[in-house]
C-alpha cells in the first residue's frame, strides 16, 4: 500500500529515494521502529521518483534487526549457550552439597612427602582415569593422600578413625554462583557470600616437602576402608603460632578454620 504524501515519514524517505548516499541513515531510522516483516520485498513509493526497491542486503538488515529486537524482548539468547557458574573441590567428601552439580568424584593425590623438589600443589584425581604408555625413567611425583590424623595432628571435631586412610574429593560446580573464594581462619562466610562448605586448614607436615593448604571438609569421610600407612602424598591438621601471626585477634596452638565461598 502507498504511503500517503501526509505521513510523517515520507520527506525522509523521499530524500532516500533521491539520495542514495543517505541510505544508511534510512537504515538507523528503521531500526529503531518495532517492524513486522512479511515479505522478502518491501516496496517504497515517493512523488516524485519511481517506484523504490529494496535490495537483497537492505531486507537482510530488517529480518536481523527485527529477529534481534524481538529476542531480546523475549529474553531468548541470539548467540551461542554460554555456560554460567564456578567450579571448586570439596576436598576430603566424595560428593557434593545439595543442589549443586558433582563434575566427577576422585581421590586426593600429590607428590611423595620426602621428595626434595617437583609438583607441590595436591590434585583431586578422577575414579575413571584415562591412563598414558608405560615409561621406563623414573620420575615418580603421583601418590595417593592419606590423612595423618592421629592425637596430636586431629583437628578438634574431625573423626578419629580416618587414620592412614585415603581421602576423597569431588568437584563441583555452582551454577548459581560466577566466583568462588576459600577463607582461612574463619567458618563462616562474609556478607554478601554463600557457604558452600567449612572445615580445617590441612597440608602435609612442616618436616616434609612443601605442599597446598587445602580446605578439608569438617565431616570428611575415608575414600574406603582400606587401610595402609604407605606415607606418600599426606594430609596434617596444622596450628597457629603467635609472632609475626598477631595475637590477638588469633590465638597460639589453635586449630585453623576454613570456609568456601561462592558468589
Known amino acids: 500500500m502507498p504511503i500517503s504524501s501526509t505521513t510523517p515519514y515520507t520527506d525522509f524517505i523521499v530524500t532516500f529515494c533521491c539520495d542514495?548516499?543517505?541510505?544508511?541513515?534510512v537504515n538507523m531510522f528503521l531500526?529503531?521502529?518495532?517492524v513486522v516483516v512479511t515479505t522478502s520485498l518491501v516496496l517504497v513509493q515517493c512523488h516524485d521518483c519511481k517506484d523504490y526497491d529494496l535490495s537483497a542486503s537492505d531486507q537482510s538488515f530488517l529480518m536481523k534487526h527485527y529477529l534481534r529486537t524481538t529476542r531480546k524482548e523475549e529474553g531468548i539468547s541470539t548467540g551461542k549457550p554460554v555456560a554460567s557458574g564456578v567450579t571448586y573441590v570439596r576436598w576430603g567428601k566424595k560428593g557434593c552439597p545439595k543442589g549443586v552439580d558433582m563434575v566427577y568424584t576422585g581421590q586426593v593425590g600429590g607428590n611423595y612427602h620426602g621428595n626434595k623438589a617437583g609438583g607441590v600443589n595436591y590434585l583431586c584425581l578422577p575414579n575413571d582415569p584415562e591412563n598414558g604408555e608405560s615409561q621406563k625413567d623414573d620420575n615418580a611425583q603421583l601418590f595417593g593422600s592419606e590423612y595423618e590424623i592421629g592425637s596430636s595432628y586431629k583437628p578438634s571435631g574431625m573423626k578419629g578413625d580416618m587414620q592412614e586412610k585415603e581421602v576423597p574429593c569431588a568437584v563441583c560446580f555452582q551454577r548459581r554462583r560466577s566466583v568462588?573464594?576459600?577463607?582461612?581462619?574463619?567458618k563462616t562466610c562474609y556478607k554478601g557470600?554463600?557457604?558452600?562448605y567449612s572445615g580445617f586448614l590441612m597440608t602435609d607436615h612442616k618436616n616434609h616437602s612443601s605442599k597446598d593448604?587445602?580446605?578439608?571438609?569438617?565431616?570428611?569421610?575415608?575414600?574406603?576402608?582400606?587401610?595402609?600407612?604407605?606415607?606418600?602424598?599426606?594430609?596434617?591438621?596444622?596450628?597457629?603460632?603467635?609472632?609475626?601471626?598477631?595475637c590477638p585477634?588469633?590465638?597460639?596452638?589453635t586449630d585453623v578454620r576454613c570456609v568456601v565461598c561462592t558468589k
Open 20 to 25: 542514495s548516499k543517505r541510505k544508511n541513515a
Open 213 to 246: 593448604y587445602l580446605c578439608v571438609d569438617k565431616d570428611a569421610e575415608p575414600l574406603d576402608n582400606k587401610t595402609s600407612n604407605e606415607n606418600e602424598a599426606l594430609l596434617y591438621g596444622i596450628r597457629t603460632k603467635c609472632g609475626s601471626l598477631r
Open 180 to 186: 568462588h573464594l576459600m577463607i582461612p581462619g574463619r
Open 31 to 34: 531500526s529503531a521502529l518495532v
Open 193 to 196: 557470600w554463600t557457604s558452600e
Open 249 to 253: 585477634p588469633y590465638k597460639d596452638a
